[in-house]
């Protein structure tokens, strides 16, 4: 099959990462799948534009994988230009498309949904298989993150084209394991089958990950020290994250072999880091950005690994999680600890550590992992690997690939 993958994010993980599509990629063609991915040329949360000489697209193959990158314009954080970014990405899709092959299969994926519905129209143009992976429950999100209410003239709009999309695509694909409930809770099970909605979260490349893991190793004092309890934080440091909910947890853990390990970086990252100083806050160090070949061989030696979260957007839960750290740290194969209580929570399914309903609670449930026999300890770290190899996303692309050769 000659398929292509649209994403507005997807550019190559070294770019930005993102690497559900690339990985879906790499598996695909080993099945003998012709592949191709779409993209904007702005690399998110970035100043990069992949496009720098005014061509209205580029195409070039990293690591065998062929993207297509279409021009837009450069954007910082969440204002008139990224909105003006997504819609560009949409209308330009059909011009760059039309120089393309027709392919036999669209995987087109929200957010955002402009993208995503451009997508599926092109499938049914084509006549050819259209399938629409949601990523983020647009406009739910922006209600669940109070940026408008549901009665908003623009979240009202989202959700008529949204509707439109599970409707007019063959199949659905959601990361969350509740995309029907969602369905359901809309109202909108007379119009969309339960038979088109499938789940296939986010996921982790085993191979990848175990060999950056042999090759690719941190040397860090803390990490090599046995004496020291390492809790292991791998991600942004933005205010959606709520860090600071997290130096709030760490005063209140007593004991001093105990240390609260970050890796990474962002915006709120110098402000946390006085308050670490002013509050002489001695269990938390925080170590900088990493390439993310390195976060195997960070994670691989945490005592507990930390998926922390804030209470913004928690309603978004009920339908499921789908964190892409989550997936790196069940390939550690060590024992998770999370803050963010969610309906169908892979962490509790696989019991691959501790869910918590809040973060206040993450003192004692660290006193409660660290008190554990041998044999307990090592049956959460394997039911983790356990959970990896189910989310590993050679079996994610063949579940991809049931949904895409499904007929009727």
Not at 163 to 174: G, H, P, Q, R, S
Not at 270 to 288: D, M, P, T, Y
Request: net charge neutral; glycine share 8%.
């Amino acid at each position: 099959m000659d398929i292509w993958l649209i994403n507005h994010y997807a550019v190559p993980p070294k770019y930005y990462p993102l690497a559900r599509q690339t990985c879906f990629a790499r598996y695909l063609m080993a099945m003998g799948h012709t592949v191709t991915i779409f993209a904007a040329s702005t690399v998110h949360n970035s100043n990069m534009n992949l496009i720098t000489d005014g061509a209205p697209w580029r195409d070039e193959v990293v690591d065998g994988v062929h993207y297509v990158y279409i021009r837009c314009m450069d954007y910082q954080g969440n204002g008139l230009k990224r909105i003006y970014n997504i819609c560009e990405f949409a209308w330009k899709l059909p011009g760059v498309c039309r120089k393309f092959p027709r392919p036999d299969a669209i995987v087109a994926t929200s957010m955002p949904p402009t993208s995503c519905a451009m997508g599926i129209h092109l499938a049914r143009k084509y006549g050819c298989r259209g399938v629409a992976e949601i990523a983020d429950l647009w406009p739910e999100s922006i209600v669940a993150y109070g940026i408008a209410g549901p009665r908003n003239p623009a979240v009202l709009a989202l959700r008529r084209l949204e509707k439109w999309i599970y409707e007019k695509a063959d199949d659905v694909v959601f990361t969350c394991e509740g995309g029907y409930d969602y369905i359901v809770e809309q109202g909108w099970e007379g119009r969309i089958p339960r038979a088109k909605i499938h789940y296939i979260n986010n996921g982790v490349d085993l191979a990848v990950f175990d060999e950056n893991r042999a090759r690719y190793t941190v040397q860090d004092p803390d990490l090599e020290d046995p004496s020291v309890f390492k809790v292991v934080y791998t991600g942004s440091i933005r205010k959606v994250n709520h860090l600071g909910l997290l130096l709030d947890a760490a005063k209140e853990v007593t004991d001093p072999r105990v240390k609260f390990l970050i890796w990474g970086d962002g915006d709120q990252r110098a402000a946390l880091e006085q308050r670490v100083r002013e509050e002489e806050i001695s269990n938390v160090v925080f170590k900088g950005k990493v390439e993310k070949k390195y976060i195997p061989s960070i994670v691989s030696r945490a005592d507990i690994n930390l998926i922390h979260g804030g209470d913004q957007g928690k309603e978004l839960f009920r339908f499921g999680i789908s964190p892409n750290k989550m997936f790196d740290c069940f390939a550690a194969g060590r024992p998770i600890l999370m803050d963010l209580p969610a309906k169908y929570n892979p962490v509790e399914q696989f019991q691959a550590g501790i869910c918590l309903s809040s973060v206040s609670e993450i003192p004692a449930a660290i006193r409660q992992i660290q008190v554990l026999s041998p044999q307990a300890y090592e049956s959460l770290c394997g039911n983790a690997r356990k959970a990896a190899a189910r989310f590993d996303f050679r079996v994610l692309t063949q579940e991809l690939m049931e949904i895409l050769e499904k007929r009727g």
